[in-house]
């Protein structure tokens, strides 16, 4: 496997900064995905990274360093219905996904 | 709205019983995609289909497993002889190219197997 590793939960307030890292054991993937997933629905996209390097889009931003084999996903100014899983997931045509990390917002 | 539908949304079933769960991708989409996701995991790859040919069923965990997607549009993942290991929520997802574009995810068929 591609032993793709993310921490369990983490909790946050209102208004603040999450950093959700991503860890994984494997070279041969063409790019890693973060996607988004409140309970009982699907997933939806939120960044892809192909290139090491940063990608921001509003409130998130991914990160990949691929001589590290790691990401993270940073979310800003965190909003209530940040309240979520976020799914780390290499990809090469098809979608390996870690076990995901629940994040709770707190006021 | 033009997402990614999948019907039932819940599908209770006996061990034993054959279910058929369907995904309508998103039209025009050329690939999809079934994953299996236990309760409190991440979604687990099952197959792969590009237009109507399946190209990559290595993650069907047993030959009681089958897809299909005869016409390269709406497609039907097939359980028989439902086991209590079974239940998930089962997700499809669409990509409007082949191999390299972004999947889009239904909402899921949550399968429980008594």
């Known amino acids: 496997g591609q032993n793709i590793d993310q921490p369990t939960e983490m909790t946050a307030t209102e208004g603040a900064i999450v950093q959700i890292n991503c860890t994984y054991q494997t070279s041969g993937f063409n790019g890693l995905f973060w996607y988004q997933q409140h309970a009982g629905e699907a997933p939806t996209f939120l960044s892809y990274?192909?290139?090491?390097g940063l990608e921001e889009k509003g409130r998130f931003s991914s990160f990949l360093s691929r001589s590290k084999g790691y990401s993270y996903l940073l979310l800003k100014e965190l909003q209530m219905k940040d309240s979520a899983s976020y799914l780390c997931?290499?990809?090469?045509?098809?979608?390996?996904f870690g076990a995901g990390t629940t994040v709770t917002v707190r006021a | 709205g033009a997402g990614v539908s999948q019907s039932p949304r819940y599908k209770v079933a006996k061990r034993g019983q054959d279910v058929a769960l369907r995904c309508d991708p998103i039209?025009?989409?050329?690939?999809l995609f079934w994953y299996q996701q236990a309760l409190g995991q991440g979604p687990e790859f099952l197959t792969y289909f590009q237009n109507e040919a399946q190209l990559d069923k290595s993650g069907l965990p047993s030959d009681r497993f089958f897809a299909e997607r005869p016409e390269g549009s709406v497609s039907t993942l097939k359980i028989q002889r439902t086991q209590q290991e079974d239940s998930a929520v089962y997700l499809c997802?669409?990509?409007?190219?082949?191999?390299?574009?972004?999947?889009?995810f239904g909402p899921g068929t949550r399968l429980t197997v008594l």
């Open positions: 997802a669409s990509s409007r190219r082949g191999r390299t574009d972004t999947q889009y």
């Open positions: 039209s025009g989409h050329v690939s």
């Open positions: 990274n192909v290139l090491d």
């Open positions: 997931a290499l990809f090469d045509y098809k979608l390996s």
